[in-house]
């Protein structure tokens, strides 16, 4: 493996990227532009994080000031807290997130539709042999119900598996484990951040 000095310095950009968790999510309340990570050092060689304005740094048409790093971010995770730690706000997450998920999947209620439907014909089928009309059309008919049912409920659990649907309470349990997180670590802060943060 050949490691070139532009990998070396890349590494050391990603890694800086990496640990101002609100870069690619923070934009300014002045002019909307993102805002970005960046640090410098004080006369007595005190190294300092913040976030400053794209708006200031490459247009200098902004005035929006620096922020410290560590302070907005403490402000961002304790609000994730107050979220997460509040049971009734879990409940109104978990509500919403059922919400999205059946606007989301609109092939899995379809299928679900004419596979019931399908189950109704065959019943109907079944019944009309039962009272004795037993045709040639009536036993191909019944074929080719048993056969939609078939490939219908493969379709089924196709789309299931493809795109599970959370239950009200998985929802709530994933939320709840949440709180195991704390928000001395960097992979537990970057974790509440990426999960409860869009923008």
Known sequence: VIITFEDIKLGAKHKAEDDYLLSPKLYCGKCNRLMVGESGTSKTSKKYHYYKCSGVKKFHDCDKKTIGKDALESIVLKQIE???????????????????????????????????????????????????????????????????????????????????????????????????????????????INTFVNS
Do not use: C, F
Request: charged share 40%.
């Open 82 to 192: 107050n979220v997460y730690m509040d049971d009734n706000l879990i409940e109104k997450i978990a509500n919403e997130v059922l919400k999205e998920q059946a606007k989301e999947n609109t092939t899995l209620p379809l299928l679900k539709k004419k596979h019931a439907e399908t189950v109704k014909g065959i019943s109907n089928m079944l019944d009309a042999i039962q009272n004795g009309i037993l045709t040639e059309s009536t036993k191909d008919r019944l074929e080719s119900l048993e056969l939609q049912k078939a490939d219908l409920s493969l379709k089924i659990t196709k789309e299931e598996l493809e795109r599970p649907l959370l239950t009200k309470e998985q929802i709530i349990e994933w939320l709840k484990d949440l709180r195991k997180y704390g928000t001395k670590r960097l992979d537990h802060k970057r974790r509440l």
